[in-house]
């Protein structure tokens, strides 16, 4: 391949990256078919991927390509027009002489129909690893590859999952629509749940080499940004935003030169990306001016914004954190905020405090193999003293995560406390 055709490719890339959810989103409404829409919008660049080397990239790449995708619609719709019922009505329709305008889709409602994409890609009737996979697949352009390889899965798997799941919706017949009244809440919810899960994969890679992985931050934030700007009267919308933004802006400072963890309370917070937490912290007053009680995703950004405005980690306002987390627990019972609740009891009343909260968490099924109890345990056992003990519970933590990053942190604060170097964090 040579230099030209390497930058044209590169170039394809990009668009695809910036353009594919548009495209897809147009011709979904146009066609009443996600799957469809997915398939078509392929074509198209496998057409690009053939052409603009010998062309060149277009000026309005996005309308090319899907001027490319509306000829693959006509000719499937033409060939195919009685296949299935729910393409009898386009047929007819056609058969009089009436031709979809999918010229307009990248320019006329585009707003709507991404949101229709976005809800439809999240829709419940998904298993939660399926929604991710296809909201990856369809609405930030990733290959199936790239999506695999994100969350540490065969990509057959992953492929599996995305042509499992465009079958579900066409089975179930989901409509194309964004959802009123009642079940508005709880798609948004699903909607906010696949958009978290995968900044949470960024964030805290569940296995591997990499402690964390920001291109799923990324990813997951732009479409927090997306959805902020087409449903701007939803709260929670804007408290993932912030979360999000606020969680973002930690990255830098998460790891050392050679990728090593660096825990929150050691962070060099002069790395910390301010930009984001501005607009953090703007996101979350945006959230917070709504009526009514604030929701999760709110309430879990105000916590952040408690260490945001921390200069220091002397100066975070632990007693406000642990109010924060009072609220979470009333509104959101789980035994992983009770978790996270014993950590900044702690941290504003002394480790013992915290401890016997952790302690009272050790019978709850849902915590058993989750690796931040004993490593939570061991944290508050080495600062009062009890080091063998601290010890065994670090060695334990380490024997529970699937993360290489983690499991070496904890095993080397094992063997700090077994050569008597207690350390301090």
């Given amino acids: 391949m040579s230099v030209g055709d390497l930058a044209t490719q590169r170039a394809i890339e990009a668009v695809w990256r910036i353009e594919s959810a548009r495209i897809v989103a147009g011709l979904a409404r146009m066609t009443r078919d996600v799957g469809l829409a997915e398939e078509l919008a392929q074509e198209a660049l496998l057409t690009a991927l053939e052409k603009w080397p010998e062309s060149g990239v277009p000026d309005n790449p996005g309308a090319w390509l899907m001027a ?15 296949m299935q019922e729910k393409h009898e009505e386009i047929g007819r329709e056609m058969e009089e002489g009436f031709t979809p305008d999918f010229d307009s889709a990248l320019e006329d409602d585009i707003g709507d129909d991404l949101l229709r994409l976005i809800f439809t890609a999240c829709h419940p009737v998904l298993s939660t690893e399926a929604r991710a996979a296809l909201t990856l697949k369809l609405l930030c352009g990733l290959t199936t590859d790239e999506i695999a390889r994100a969350f540490l899965v065969p990509e057959p798997t992953v492929a599996q999952r995305i042509v499992r799941a465009k079958r579900t919706l066409s089975e179930a017949r989901v409509p194309f629509e964004v959802p009123r009244g009642e079940e508005l809440g709880a798609r948004l919810a699903s909607v906010l749940e696949v958009i978290y899960l995968v900044f949470n994969e960024g964030y805290s890679a569940t296995a591997g080499e990499d402690w964390t992985r920001p291109a799923l931050c990324e990813d997951a934030l732009r479409l927090g940004r997306i959805l902020a700007e087409l449903a701007p009267a939803e709260p929670e919308v804007h408290g993932l935003v912030a979360l999000m933004e606020i969680q973002a ?53 105000a916590i952040a914004a408690c260490h945001a405005r921390a200069g220091t980690p002397a100066e975070t306002d632990w007693k406000r954190i642990v109010a924060l987390y009072d609220a979470l627990a009333q509104l959101m019972p789980s035994p992983v905020v009770e978790l996270n609740r014993a950590v900044a009891v702690a941290m504003a009343f002394g480790p013992a405090e915290g401890l016997a909260l952790v302690d009272a968490l050790a019978s709850e099924t849902a915590l058993r193999g989750y690796h931040l109890l004993p490593s939570v345990r061991g944290d508050l056992l080495e600062k009062l003293g009890r080091l063998d003990e601290a010890r065994g519970e670090f060695e334990r933590a380490a024997a529970l995560t699937r993360n290489s990053r983690e499991i070496r942190l904890l095993l080397d604060r094992a063997a700090a406390l077994h050569s008597g170097l207690r350390v301090v964090k």
């Fill in 249 to 301: 802006s930690r990255l830098r400072a998460r790891t050392g030169p050679s990728g090593e963890p660096i825990l929150l309370m050691d962070q060099d917070r002069g790395r910390w990306d301010h930009l984001l937490v501005r607009r953090g912290l703007a996101a979350l007053e945006r959230a917070e001016k709504s009526r009514g009680v604030l929701g999760p995703y709110t309430l879990q950004a």
């Fill in 68 to 82: 490319a995708a509306k000829n693959r619609a006509l000719d499937h719709f033409r060939r195919n027009r009685m």
